[in-house]
């Protein structure tokens, strides 16, 4: 089966839409809370909310790949929105964190990243995101080469980070934090057998000509 093509007048305008329809979810949790509309603790709330949202983009993200090899739909150009809204929804949890839940308390802030854990494991995810974020640009592409291909295979284990912190701030592990983890070890495991999946393709086709 195969997907309809969009018509490429409309390939700007449906990246556009997909950080457009990307942020909504913040700014509607933030609108939410502003009104007094989210019940009980309204900062942890939008801190999840925020947190929940980075590491669905980061999955969406490493999923286009597969994507395109698997079932052959070019979703490509969406990837670098994508990857984007990991790197803001990130930004925004780490905000919400510093400003909303310790109020800026700066030795609290730092016991916290050095201490706990699941904290530490967060922040280099948040870290390492930097520098993808900096070089999404067709520039950076051109002026790196082979080494921006190199560097933004991070996402994995950024990916990865962010599955464990959020494995790791639960005192008990549900199915929620076991989907996401799991279709985390799902897409870092497809990085490695792809090579081979790949060439098996290329085998297949051969053999049917
Ligand atoms: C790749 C980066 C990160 C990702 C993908 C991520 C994702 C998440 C997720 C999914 C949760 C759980 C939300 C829920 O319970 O619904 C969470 C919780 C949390 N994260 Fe992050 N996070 C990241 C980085 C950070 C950083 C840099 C900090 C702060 C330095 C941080 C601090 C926290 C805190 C304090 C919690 C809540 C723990 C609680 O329940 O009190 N995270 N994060």
Known sequence: MKLPALPRRYHAASIWFVYAAGLAPAAWGFYLGATGQLIGNPVKIFEHLLGEWALRFLILTLMISPIRDIFGINWIRYRRALGLLAFWYV????????????????????????????????????????????????WSIRKLGPKWTRLHRLIYPIAAAGALHYCLSVKV?????????????????WRFAR???????RDNRAAAR
């Open 91 to 138: 930004l925004m949890h780490f905000l919400a964190y510093m400003v909303l839940d310790k109020r800026l308390a700066m030795d609290v802030i730092f016991e916290d990243i050095t201490k706990r854990w699941f904290i530490t494991i967060g922040m280099a995810g948040f870290l390492a995101l930097i520098p993808l974020a900096l070089t999404s640009n067709r």
């Open 173 to 189: 592990i549900g199915p929620e934090q076991m989907i996401y983890a799991a279709l985390v070890v799902i897409l870092v495991g």
């Open 195 to 201: 090579p081979s999946f790949l060439e098996w393709k």
